[in-house]
C-alpha cells in the first residue's frame, strides 16, 4: 500500500514537474498579475513598461525595408501596413466626438457601428456587473488591470474609468474626446491596441526574442512580430512589376503592424479567435496547410462534430479542458500554451520552423531543439499519455526527415543541370529575374514571377518540392492528418515531382547526347 | 459649429445618394407593394403581368438549343429541363387529391413528405400568425401579396386565401384539387414556382435584360436565367459522345429551368439559400471557386467563427445588418443587392463576368462598367469606407489585368506552335473533335474531351490557363482571399502553366530545328 | 374509386415489399431482440456467441500478415495496432483501482478523464433514467441487454448492473476490479469493446463475409474489417524503407483493430459517428474523396445549411428522417443501410468497391450486381422517386464506365511503351522497386516510391489516372458531386492525364526514331 501511494505521489509530481506547472507557475499565470517577465522582455515593477515596448516596437519597425528604393506602395497598402503608409482621407473637414462619429457612420458604413456596438468595447458596464458563474468573468478582473494601468500612466485619472472603447480611443488616442477627421485620424497599429492590451502587446512583441541556437533564421524570424519584415524584404516580393498581386503577401504579412488579423474589426473578439477558422485565411493552401490538416485530422473532426456547438469559447485558454469542455485541442490551445501557460507568443515550441532544412535537420538532438519537443510532449499530455506523444513526435521527426532526403536529392540534380548549363533554353532564352532577386536554380522567385525559359520546368518543380510539398509534408505530420503526409499532399507528391525532375534529367541529357553526336558528325 | 454640421449634412447626404438608397428607393423596396418595373421588365399596374412573363419565359427557353440534331437526352435529364423533357411516370393510375398523394408517398417516399410538412408552404397559417417581433413576420405580408394576385388572376376566388401549398399545387397547378398521376403531373419549373412567386420569378427573369456594352457577352449573358442555353449550345457538351458525362454540367446549369437549385425541394427554404454554402455545389472548383474563396477571405472566417450560429437566416437580406446580426455579408448580401435593394437579379454589378478577356480590360472606363465599380463602392461601403472600396476595387482590376496579360503572352506562343504546325503529334496524330466543336489549340473543348494528340500538351495547358487559372485569379482577388490570387491558386499557377508552355515550346523547336538539320544532313 | 384503392394498395404493398422493410423485418430491426443472424454470422439462440465472435476475430487477424520478414514495427504502430504489438508502459508500478486511475490520470492527462467522465459509459444511471421521449432513450434498452448478455455469460451476476464502464473495464476487462498497471494495462481492441458492445461487433465482422462473384477481389474486402491485413499485405507498404511514412496509411487502416476510428475516445459517442466530418479523416483526398464529394453535393449543403445545428444525432439512424428531422442524408443514413436495416456491416450495398475495373464493369448485369442496385434504388426511394433513384444510378454507372475507357486506352499505352523499352531511362535508370514489389509500368508503387526513372513520367501518370483520377470520377458520380466528376476531378483531370501520356508517347517515338535514323546514318 504505501509502495503504491509512493508511485501515486511520484507520478503527480513526475507530472507536475514535468509540465513546468508547478504552483509558482500557476500563481505566475493568474491573469490579474500583470507584472512579468515574457521571454526576455523587461517590463517595470508592478506593470508593463509600456512607452517602452511601444518606443521598442517602432524602433525595431522596417517601414519599407531594405529595398526601399525598388518599390512604392500602392493606395491599399496603407491599410496593410498603416504604421508606415497612412493617411486619414481628405474628404472630411472638422473635428468630431466619438458621438458625431457614430452618427455619421451610422448611416455612411452601418456594418462598423453595428460591429463594434455588440462587441466589449461598446459595453463596459456589461463586462464590469458580470456575474462569477458566466466565463468571460475574467474580463472583470482584466478590465480593471487595464484600469489599473491607464491611471498609473496618467491617460486616465486615479480611480476614473473608461465610460467605453470607442472611435476616438482606438483611431486618435486612448481617452481623447474629440478628433480632427483630417489630421488626427490613424488606422491603429499593435502599439495602439497595446496602449491598453499591454499584457498581449508585449507578450506578443516577445516573438522577436526567438533566437535559433545554429542561426538556421535571423534573430525573431519566423514569427508574426516580424512577418512585415520578413515580406518586404524578400527579393521576389520588392522585384516584381506587378504590384497588385504582391500587395496580397502583405494581406497575412501584416501581423506586425495590426491586431484584426485574428480579432477582427469592430467586434475584436477573444472567442472568434480561438476558433480554427480564425486561423484560416493565412494558414492554409499550398506552402503551409495547417488549416486543411487540422480540420482532416481527429482533432478537427471533434471539433467538427462535438466542439463547433458545445464547448464554450468564451472562456479563457487555461480553462479549455474545463469550463471550456473542449475535447480535443484547437490551433489555439497547442500554440499559444508553453510549459503550462498561455500567450500571445505563438513561437516559444518552434522546432522545423516554416520549413525543413538539414540545418534543423542535423541539430535536432541539440538542447534548443530536445527541450521544445519536451515542451511539446507535456503539451500532448494533456490528453494522451506522455510515452504516445513521444512515439508520435520522433514519427513525425524521422518522416520529415525522409521527406528532406527525397527533396535534397532532387536539389542536386537540378543544381547539376544548371551548373552543367542544359536546363531548357538556359543558354539562348533565360533572362535574369528582376532584381533584387538573382538568377539560381530552384529559388523562390520561380513561383512568383516568370519569363522566357526563366524558372525552368524542372527549376520550378523543384521549388514546389521544397516550397509546397515538403512543407505541406511536415505539416500533415505534425498535425497528424494520415492523408497529409501519404498519399494526397506530401509524400506522394514529393515522389511525384522526384519523378518530374528524374524524367526531364534523363531527357535533357539525352537530347545533348544526341546533338553533340550530331554536330561530331556534322563536322 | 456650423461648418461641422454642414460637414455632417453633406457627408449624409453624399452617403445617401451615392448610395442610391433614397427615400422614394426605400419606398419602392418595400416588399408589400408588388408592382414595379425591374429592371426594364414590364409589369402591369398594381401587379406584375404574371401570364406575360410566363409567355416570355417559354418563348426564350431552348429546350435542346440549336444542335438539337446531335444529342438525345437521356432519362436523367428530364428532372433537369423538366420544361423541355419531363414526362410522368406511368406506374401509377388514377386521380388523386393531395391527401391521397401524401397518404401514399409517406410510405413510398417519406423524405419527401418530412421536408415538405416542416415547410412554410405545409403551414401557411402560422404564417398568417407570426408575430411582429418574429423574423419570418415579412412573409406574413408576403403571402397576402400572393395571394391578392392569384385572386386578380382569377386563381382564388375574392377573398379566397390558400390554404396550404401542396403537392398538386406545384405539381399540377396552383388551386387545383386534384391530379391524374400519368397525365397531369409536372415537375415544377420556373413558372410554376413563379405563379406564385411572380415577384422572384420577374426579378430572376430580369437577368436576361443584361446587355454588354461592347458585345464582350451575347445578351443575357452569363446568367442564371440563361443558364440552360449556354449549356445546350456549348459545342462539346452538345457533341461529346459521353452523355453521362455532360449531364453533370445540366447539373448546375439548370437555373433556368427550376428553382430548387437554391431553394431545395420539398422545405424550399428562403433561409437554406441565404447561407453561402447553398452556392457551393455549383461555386466552386477549378473554373470558378468563388465559395472557396470566399470561406477562406475574412467575410468567410467572420461567417464560420461568429455568424453561422449567431446570426439569424430567417430575416430578409435587406435586414441583414440590422435585425440579422450579421457582422460579414455573405454570397447573397453582396450579390443580390444592387444600390441599396435586394432582388433575384444577380447580374446587375457583373463586370468582369466568367472570365477576363481583353474585350473587357480595355473597356473598363467605359460608363457602364465605372458605374458598377460605384456599384461596388457603395456595397463594400456597408462596412468599409468608400476610399478602401474603391482601393481593393482597382487593386483587383490591375491583379486581375496582371492575370491576362500573362495568359494572353501563352496563349500568342501556343497560336504559333499551331500555325507552325509545331504541336506534339500535330501532324501525325491529332483527329478533329466532334462537331460542331472545331479544331484549335488551347480551345475550351480540351477540357472535356482527347484523342490522340488533341488537345496537345501545350494547348490543354493554355486551356487551363485561361479557364481555370485565370479565372481563380480573379475570382481570389475579387472575394479577397489573399492565397487565392498569390501562391495557391491564381497568380502563382498562372506561372508555373506559362513556364510549361514556354518549356515546350523551347524543347519542341529544338527537336523541329534539329530534325531539320538532321534531314539536310541526311540528304 | 375501386381502382384508385387497388393503384394505392398496390403502391404501398409494392414499395414496402421493394425496400424489403415488411413488418417481419421491422421486429428483426428493433434493437431489443439481440439475436440474430448477421449476413451469414452464425448467433446462438438468445444472444449472439461472443467468445466464438472473439475467437473468430483473432484467428482471422493476420498480425504483422504475409510480408512479415520485411518490416518491422516502430514504436507508434502499437497503438495502431494494439492487437499485434501494444506493450503496456513500464513506468508505473503497482495495481490500481479505477479511482486511483482517476484520480492519477486528473493530473498526468485529463483530456482522457474529463472526455470520459461526460460520456454515456461514465453516467450509466443517467441512462437508466431516460425518459421516453429524450433521443436517448433507446439507450436504456441497450444497456439492459448488454447487461443481460454480461449476465449470461458470467461477466455480471444474475440481475447484478453495471455501475460504470470504467478505465479498468476496456483497459484490463469487463467486470475486473483493479488492473496491474505494468502487465494488464491492454489498449482496447475490437474484441474489448465488443465485449459489451457484442452486436455492434457482430455486425463489423459480418463484412468479412463479403464475396464477390467473379472474384474481383478477395473475400472480405475491401472492407473495414479486413482494412488492416490490406494494409500490411500492399507490397510497397512493407517494402518501402521510409517507415514513419508507411505507418501512416496505418493510422486510417486499423479499423481491424480499434472502435475509436469513429468513436473517438473517451468520449466513444455514437452521435459523433453519425456526422459525415467522422468519415473525413480516411474518406478524403486523392484516391477516395468521398467526403469533398459529399459536402459540395445537394445532401452536403443540406446538411451544412439545414441540419449541422437542427438534426438530432442522438436518435438511432433508423428515426433520421422522423424523430432525428434529417432533411438529408448523411454517410451514415445510406452506407449503414440495407434493405431497410441499418447494422455496422457497410458494405452489403458496395458494387463498384475501391476502384472502377472491367472486372466489375463486365458483370453489372450479374444478380449479385443487380440486386445490389435495387437496394440502393430502395435507398434512394426514402426521398426520391424509384424512378430518378435508377436514373441516377444508370447514369452514374455508365459515366463510370466512359472513364474506365479513357483509363484502359492510357493503359495500353503506358504498357505498350514499356513493353517496347521506350519509357524515360527505361534502359539506363531504372532500378527494381524494394521487394516485394516487382517492377510494371502504372503500378500503385509508383505513388510511394521512387528512384532514379522508376517509374517514369508516362507510369507515374497512369497510376495516377486508374488510383486517383478514375475513382474521384466514380466516387463524384455516385455522390452526385456535378464538379466531381465533370471539370474538378474526375473527367477533366483524365482528360489531362490521358493528353499528357498521349502527348509523351509520341515524343518518345519520334525521339526513339530519329536516334534510329541517326545511328543508321552515323554507321
Not at 456 to 463: D, M, Y
Request: proline share 5%; with cysteine.
Amino acid at each position: 500500500m504505501i509502495a503504491r501511494i509512493a508511485t501515486l505521489l511520484f507520478l503527480l509530481i513526475g507530472a507536475c514537474s514535468y509540465a513546468g506547472n508547478d504552483n509558482e507557475a500557476s500563481k505566475d499565470a493568474n491573469e490579474n498579475q500583470a507584472a512579468k517577465d515574457v521571454n526576455g522582455y523587461e517590463v517595470s515593477k508592478g506593470a508593463y513598461d509600456y512607452e517602452a515596448l511601444k518606443e521598442k516596437y517602432y524602433a525595431d519597425h522596417p517601414g519599407k525595408g531594405k529595398y526601399t528604393d525598388l518599390w512604392e506602395p500602392i493606395p491599399i497598402q496603407q491599410y496593410w501596413n498603416p504604421v508606415s503608409f497612412y493617411e486619414p482621407p481628405n474628404t472630411v473637414e472638422g473635428s468630431f466626438t466619438a458621438e458625431e462619429c457614430i452618427a455619421c457612420h451610422q448611416t455612411t458604413s452601418p456594418g462598423w457601428v453595428h460591429a463594434w456596438s455588440d462587441s466589449s468595447h461598446a459595453n463596459l458596464d456589461e463586462i464590469r456587473n458580470l456575474d462569477e458563474g458566466d466565463p468571460r468573468f475574467y474580463k472583470k478582473a482584466k478590465l480593471e488591470t487595464i484600469e489599473k494601468e491607464l491611471q498609473s500612466r496618467g491617460v486616465l485619472a486615479a480611480d476614473e474609468q473608461l465610460e467605453s472603447v470607442s472611435c476616438i480611443d482606438c483611431h486618435a488616442g486612448v481617452g481623447k474626446t474629440s478628433m480632427d477627421h483630417q489630421t488626427e485620424l490613424k488606422l491603429p497599429d499593435r502599439a495602439m491596441c497595446g496602449a491598453c492590451h499591454v499584457q498581449e502587446f508585449a507578450e506578443a512583441e516577445s516573438e522577436k526574442e526567438q533566437k535559433w541556437p545554429q542561426g538556421q533564421w535571423p534573430d525573431g524570424h519566423p514569427s508574426h512580430a516580424m512577418d512585415w519584415k520578413a515580406n518586404v524584404e524578400t527579393a521576389i516580393w520588392a522585384g516584381m512589376p506587378q504590384r497588385e498581386v504582391a500587395q496580397g503577401c502583405d494581406m497575412c504579412h501584416y501581423q506586425q503592424n495590426k491586431c484584426d488579423g485574428c480579432h477582427t474589426r469592430h467586434t475584436f473578439s477573444a472567442a472568434e479567435a480561438r476558433k480554427p477558422e480564425a486561423c484560416a485565411t493565412c494558414h492554409n493552401g499550398v506552402d503551409h496547410n495547417e488549416f486543411e490538416n487540422y480540420m482532416l485530422s481527429k482533432h478537427g473532426v471533434i471539433y467538427e462534430t462535438m466542439g463547433k456547438d458545445n464547448w464554450n469559447f468564451e472562456v479563457q485558454l487555461k480553462d479549455h479542458l474545463t469550463e471550456g469542455e473542449y475535447t480535443a485541442p484547437t490551433c489555439a490551445t497547442c500554440h499559444f500554451e508553453y510549459k503550462g501557460e498561455f500567450s500571445h507568443n505563438l513561437v516559444r515550441k518552434v522546432r522545423w520552423g516554416f520549413n525543413p532544412t538539414p540545418e534543423i535537420a542535423d541539430n535536432l538532438d541539440h538542447p534548443w531543439f530536445e527541450e521544445r519537443k519536451q515542451a511539446w510532449v507535456a503539451s500532448c499530455a494533456q490528453c494522451h499519455s506522455q510515452r504516445f506523444a513521444k512515439a508520435w513526435l520522433d514519427t513525425a521527426d524521422k518522416g520529415t526527415i525522409q521527406g528532406l532526403e527525397v527533396e535534397q536529392e532532387a536539389k542536386e540534380i537540378v543544381q547539376k543541370l544548371y551548373d552543367d548549363g542544359l536546363m531548357v533554353g538556359q543558354k539562348t532564352n533565360r533572362p535574369a529575374p528582376p532584381a533584387p532577386a538573382e538568377d539560381a536554380p530552384g529559388d523562390f522567385y520561380g513561383l512568383f514571377w516568370a519569363k522566357g525559359n526563366n524558372p525552368s520546368f524542372s527549376g520550378r518543380t523543384h521549388a514546389e518540392m521544397w516550397e509546397h510539398d515538403l512543407i505541406k509534408h511536415y505539416k500533415g505530420l505534425f498535425h497528424v492528418n494520415p492523408g497529409g503526409f501519404t498519399y494526397s499532399e506530401g509524400w506522394a507528391r514529393l515522389m511525384r515531382r522526384y519523378t518530374e525532375i528524374q524524367d526531364r534529367n534523363t531527357q535533357v541529357r539525352e537530347m545533348a547526347e544526341l546533338k553533340e553526336k550530331f554536330e561530331e558528325l556534322s563536322k
